[in-house]
């Protein structure tokens, strides 16, 4: 019997944040305890109602506390409407009256009271800025200790950078709160552009898996993803009408991950200037000894994703949206 991974979920939502969230829910693996949110693709307002939406109308009642609304230094930007919509979701024409409410506690809360009650338990998905695990990392310095682990859809190795030519968006909204997770110690994961931007998903996907399933989840989530797709057409016209699925790589990562190949290695954020952003990989791991301050032995070291098996990624994603998960929505 395989023990199902418990995760709590940090995200934006954000239309590759709602395919990420619905691959959990849909994937037998994976127990989403809780899902903090916080401001990126939308305001941290925005991204919980969101969350609460995209949760209740597949029919699953889970907690979702809200988060950091700026980031920990950097000024505070405008969220990405015309990538994302400016509702997070495409621009829904409409949405369907729920009856839920947010934990009263912070995400950065939430996410420590539960690692101090499943100690060595939880493993945190994060998709989006990271200030909600900087924050928490504040109140507990211990909790590297109490996760099992973290894997962040965050950061670049050898890609070019999406907001700058050497920036990931993720790691950019926040460089100082990505730069203290990345040095924080523990059992880290990321999970890239690198990576990320090899595997393609058409709006069709989305629209045969609406069309399979016939539930407002589904076609909300096809909704937005045509919408996204738009913005990567006007960018990358060679895709296709196509997008990204970046966010649901994370949780691809956490139950497939012999589907990716790895590098190791010392990871540092720079936090100011024309390369603000950019997360710098120790490429020789430790083998020389560098004088620059910041590049101590003793950084920890994260598990970069560098390759993927593209077909058996795509594969998985829909097999795993295709399933029999989707329950009655908990409308009013
Ligand atoms: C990341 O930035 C956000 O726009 C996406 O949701 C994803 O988490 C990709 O760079
Ligand atoms: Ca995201």
Same mark, same amino acid.
């Given at each position: 019997?395989?023990?199902?991974?418990?995760?709590?979920?940090?995200?934006?939502? +954000?239309? %590759?944040?709602?395919?990420? =969230?619905?691959?959990? &829910?849909?994937?037998?693996?994976?127990?989403?305890?809780?899902?903090?949110?916080?401001?990126?693709?939308?305001?941290?307002?925005?991204?919980?109602?969101?969350?609460?939406?995209?949760?209740?109308?597949?029919?699953?009642?889970?907690?979702?506390?809200? +988060?950091?609304?700026?980031?920990?230094?950097?000024?505070?930007?405008? @969220?990405?409407?015309?990538?994302?919509?400016?509702?997070?979701?495409?621009?829904?024409?409409?949405?369907?009256?729920?009856?839920?409410?947010?934990?009263?506690?912070?995400?950065?809360?939430?996410?420590?009271? $539960?690692?101090?009650?499943?100690?060595?338990?939880?493993?945190?998905?994060?998709?989006?800025?990271?200030?909600?695990? /900087? =924050?928490?990392?504040?109140?507990?310095?211990?909790?590297?200790?109490?996760?099992?682990?973290?894997?962040? $859809?965050?950061?670049?190795?050898?890609?070019?950078?999406?907001?700058?030519?050497?920036?990931?968006?993720?790691?950019?909204?926040?460089?100082?709160?990505?730069?203290?997770?990345?040095?924080? /110690?523990?059992? &880290?994961? $990321?999970?890239?552009?690198? #990576?990320?931007? !090899?595997?393609? *998903?058409?709006?069709?996907?989305?629209?045969?898996?609406?069309?399979?399933?016939?539930?407002?989840?589904?076609?909300? &989530?096809?909704?937005?993803?045509?919408?996204?797709?738009?913005?990567?057409?006007?960018? !990358?016209?060679?895709?296709?009408?196509?997008?990204? +699925?970046? %966010?649901?790589?994370?949780?691809?990562?956490?139950?497939?991950?012999? *589907?990716?190949?790895?590098?190791? +290695? !010392?990871? !540092?954020?720079?936090? %100011?200037?024309?390369?603000?952003?950019?997360? $710098?990989?120790?490429? =020789?791991?430790?083998?020389?000894?560098?004088?620059? @301050? /910041?590049?101590?032995?003793?950084?920890? #070291?994260?598990?970069?994703?560098?390759?993927?098996?593209?077909?058996?990624?795509?594969? &998985?994603?829909?097999?795993?949206?295709?399933?029999?998960?989707?329950?009655?929505?908990?409308?009013?």
């Amino acid at each position: 019997m395989t023990t199902k991974h418990k995760v709590i979920f940090d995200t934006d939502p +954000g239309v %590759d944040d709602a395919m990420a =969230l619905y691959f959990a &829910l849909a994937h037998p693996d994976i127990d989403i305890l809780g899902i903090t949110t916080i401001f990126g693709n939308v305001t941290v307002q925005q991204a919980t109602a969101n969350a609460l939406y995209l949760t209740r109308i597949a029919g699953y009642d889970i907690p979702v506390a809200g +988060g950091a609304p700026v980031p920990l230094a950097k000024a505070a930007g405008m @969220p990405p409407g015309f990538i994302h919509g400016d509702d997070g979701l495409g621009n829904l024409d409409q949405r369907s009256a729920i009856d839920a409410q947010p934990e009263s506690c912070s995400a950065a809360e939430y996410i420590v009271s $539960m690692a101090r009650a499943h100690p060595g338990e939880i493993t945190l998905v994060a998709v989006a800025p990271l200030a909600n695990l /900087g =924050l928490a990392l504040k109140i507990e310095p211990n909790l590297p200790k109490l996760l099992k682990r973290v894997i962040l $859809m965050a950061g670049t190795v050898t890609e070019p950078g999406n907001v700058s030519p050497v920036a990931e968006a993720n790691v950019w909204n926040d460089p100082d709160a990505a730069d203290l997770v990345f040095t924080a /110690g523990w059992n &880290l994961t $990321m999970v890239g552009l690198d #990576v990320t931007h !090899r595997v393609v *998903l058409p709006s069709s996907f989305f629209v045969e898996l609406a069309k399979k399933h016939n539930h407002l989840a589904m076609t909300t &989530l096809s909704h937005a993803a045509n919408f996204y797709c738009d913005f990567y057409k006007s960018i !990358r016209p060679e895709l296709g009408h196509a997008c990204y +699925g970046h %966010d649901v790589l994370a949780f691809v990562c956490l139950v497939a991950p012999e *589907l990716f190949k790895t590098q190791e +290695g !010392r990871i !540092r954020v720079v936090t %100011d200037g024309i390369a603000n952003g950019q997360t $710098m990989m120790d490429k =020789l791991n430790g083998k020389i000894f560098y004088p620059q @301050p /910041g590049w101590e032995p003793d950084k920890p #070291v994260t598990h970069a994703c560098m390759q993927v098996d593209v077909n058996a990624c795509i594969q &998985l994603i829909e097999t795993t949206l295709a399933g029999n998960w989707l329950k009655a929505p908990l409308t009013v």
